[in-house]
């Protein structure tokens, strides 16, 4: 059961008190877990890409899935089965459109460019020599043209790896606040498939667990749901977009809509597991349709990232003509 299913948005004043709770439940999670050595740097590296232009429509991509440690010396954690398709082949599109990009992703998935090099097929292309090593023509094509759209668009995309569950919610936190100068021109698109629970530290063992003790049952709390006080108190004046996954067709939908009821967000692109490559509900609090993929050469990321770009747009000119009025 995910902390969506305990809550109900029914009227102003109970959202306003849950808010509340929710920057409580979060702030404890966070004084649970140390903070990541490389806290400091990730901020000016974010303020460093954000600050040469604060007027450039710049999204936060988030990609793959969130590791829960079982042990402090951890030998053994819980994983999930995202690839990083979805937040890698996102980047490409939204750098095409002109976006700057923080894709903050889990360590070895999917990257950006790099996701279209299969290894093993270079080193069967390549020949190599005293003088060094050539690429074969059937390869080389591809790999010419993936290089040069990487080489257009490097300055525009900052990496940032995560690996545990901890550490992801960290570095979102301390982004979206980096990320607040930029006004309605940024934009979250929240991929990443997070844990909806974890071992808390005080509960964990210090080394790895031994097997000769038996069998052995662990009890996982959950996870406080972020996204509220990211939308009200990280990065208020951002466009966010969460995504929803569930496996029952038959709930999907619903979810979605709670979601954003709770939350207080923008967009929520909800899939199914099994059918994520081909199929996507756009949903938002006042309409819902289905996006489906024309045919297998294209990816469903494009028209995704189409939809947001346009939803996006809006959403800027919505705030600055607001501010124009005051
Ligand atoms: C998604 O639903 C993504 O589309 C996928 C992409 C993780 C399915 P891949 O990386 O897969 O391309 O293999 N991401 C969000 C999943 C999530 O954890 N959402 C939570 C929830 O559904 C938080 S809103 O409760």
Known sequence: MSSIDQVDGSSIGSMQKKSTNYKD?????????????????????VKQFIDCDTNHPTVLITSGGTTVPMEHNTVRFVD?????????????????????????????????????INVW???????????????????????SK???????????????TFTTLAEYLYYLREISFSMQPLGPKAALYLAAAVSDFYIPPTDMATHKIQSKNGPI?????????????????????????SFKLETDESILLDKA??????????????????????????????????????????????????????????????????????
């Open 25 to 45: 439940q979060a702030d404890d999670f966070f004084s649970n877990f140390l903070e990541p050595n490389n806290l400091n740097q990730i901020r000016s590296q």
């Open 80 to 116: 999930n089965f995202s690839a990083g398709t979805r937040g890698s082949a996102s980047a490409e599109y939204f750098l095409e459109k002109g976006y700057k990009v923080i894709f903050l992703y889990r360590l070895k998935s999917l990257e950006p460019f790099t996701r279209h």
């Open 121 to 143: 097929q270079l080193m069967e292309s390549l020949s190599s020599s005293d003088s060094g090593s050539q690429v074969g023509p059937s390869i080389g094509d591809n790999l």
């Open 146 to 160: 993936t290089v040069k759209i990487y080489k257009e668009n490097k300055a525009n995309i900052l990496m940032i």
């Open 217 to 241: 049952s662990l009890v996982f709390e959950l996870v406080p749901k972020m996204l509220r006080p990211l939308v009200k108190f990280w990065v208020p004046s951002a466009f966010v977009v």
């Open 257 to 326: 809509r709670k979601a954003l009821l709770c939350y207080g967000h923008h967009l929520v692109i909800a899939n199914i597991l099994h059918t994520r490559k081909s199929q996507v509900l756009i949903v938002t609090e006042k309409e819902s349709h289905q996006i489906t993929l024309p045919n297998p050469e294209m990816e469903i990321e494009s028209l995704i990232v189409d939809e947001v770009i346009s939803r996006h747009k809006t959403f800027i000119n919505m705030k600055l003509n607001v501010e124009k009025l005051i």
